[in-house]
């Protein structure tokens, strides 16, 4: 569901309907969603209390600043504003910062019997394949809905938000200060 919030304000940001960037983004949503939980597999005999005890806190960080960024960009003028869902890079960004308390997934597999890749493949492929439809989805609908949301909040402010609000989310979860 967080990669639907955040292509939904990708989309409002940029006020058009553009498939290449959806789909990219789409992609790379996807990708990450899928990526996270086979990293955090492959890593929980090594290192699974260390992902664990920080995961929420990288998250909750990479939102709470491309979330503020977003903010403050807000408050500029509109050809200031500098983050942008057109690049590679803030697509990717975005989809880490998405998708990383996902490495706790993979954790829960490698405690409840996955034990070979090919076991992994098909819960991996459903992940990637759901949130790449959750992710154009939410784009299309914040194309159909984003001029009505233009027109009564600036749209870097919305998106900033709702990322901010994402990121809270799962540290709260993580802190057990809500279910």
């Not at 597999?41 to 600043?65: K, P």
């Not at 492929?125 to 009505?148: C, D, N, P």
Request: charged share 15%; net charge negative.
């Amino acid at each position: 569901m967080d990669c639907f919030a955040v292509s939904v304000v990708c989309a409002v940001i940029l006020r058009r309907r553009a498939t290449g960037i959806m789909l990219r983004l789409a992609f790379l949503f996807g990708l990450f969603q899928a990526l996270m939980p086979l990293l955090g597999w492959a890593l929980t005999t090594r290192f699974s209390a260390q992902i664990q005890a920080y995961d929420h806190w990288i998250a909750f960080a990479m939102l709470a600043f491309i979330g503020g960024k977003m903010i403050w960009d807000s408050f500029k003028e509109e050809n200031e504003s500098s983050l942008n869902p057109q690049e590679w890079f803030t697509g990717i960004l975005l989809a880490v910062a998405t998708s990383i308390d996902a490495l706790a997934v993979g954790i829960t597999y490698a405690c409840t019997g996955y034990d070979s890749l090919q076991s992994l493949s098909l819960p991996l492929v459903i992940i990637g394949l759901v949130s790449f439809a959750l992710s154009v989805t939410g784009y299309l609908l914040g194309v159909r809905f984003g001029e009505k949301v233009n027109e009564k909040v600036h749209p870097e402010l919305l998106g900033g938000l709702i990322l901010l609000f994402i990121g809270l989310r799962i540290l709260a979860e993580h802190l057990g200060l809500i279910s």
